[in-house]
């Protein structure tokens, strides 16, 4: 099974325009063949005003979810832990400024 994050929306997933920005992260578990995925947790942001998360990726080892968030230039990192997500004391990190971020590889 993969595990997979979105930053989503409360209530989860509803992303209409004038909506308010996300401010939960929810990991889900792909759990079949065609995709189908399941909710395993959900993570509110420490600060969410302004954020704005654009992209999600777990580190290779499944242990780290980093989080672009494009309204502030900034990057957030939770540890997982099960089907649960905590925001690390370090977060979120700034970028470099200028910075335009709309993605994110991790390695």
Same mark, same amino acid.
């Given at each position: 099974m993969e595990q997979v994050a979105q930053a989503a929306s409360e209530p989860a997933g509803r992303n209409a325009p004038g909506a308010a920005p996300p401010a939960a992260v929810a990991l889900l578990e792909a759990i079949d063949r065609d995709g189908t995925? /399941? &909710?395993? #947790?959900?993570?509110?942001?420490?600060?969410? /005003? +302004? &954020? +704005?998360?654009? $992209?999600?990726?777990?580190?290779? $080892? #499944?242990?780290?979810?980093?989080?672009? $968030? #494009? #309204? /502030?230039?900034?990057?957030?990192?939770?540890?997982?832990? +099960?089907g649960s997500l905590t925001e690390l004391p370090s977060s979120p990190t700034a970028l470099p400024a200028g910075a335009t971020p709309f993605g994110i590889v991790v390695s």
């Amino acid at each position: 099974m993969e595990q997979v994050a979105q930053a989503a929306s409360e209530p989860a997933g509803r992303n209409a325009p004038g909506a308010a920005p996300p401010a939960a992260v929810a990991l889900l578990e792909a759990i079949d063949r065609d995709g189908t995925l /399941t &909710l395993l #947790g959900s993570t509110p942001f420490r600060n969410p /005003t +302004g &954020l +704005g998360p654009v $992209d999600a990726r777990l580190s290779p $080892d #499944g242990n780290t979810l980093f989080v672009v $968030d #494009g #309204g /502030t230039s900034q990057v957030s990192a939770f540890r997982v832990h +099960g089907g649960s997500l905590t925001e690390l004391p370090s977060s979120p990190t700034a970028l470099p400024a200028g910075a335009t971020p709309f993605g994110i590889v991790v390695s």
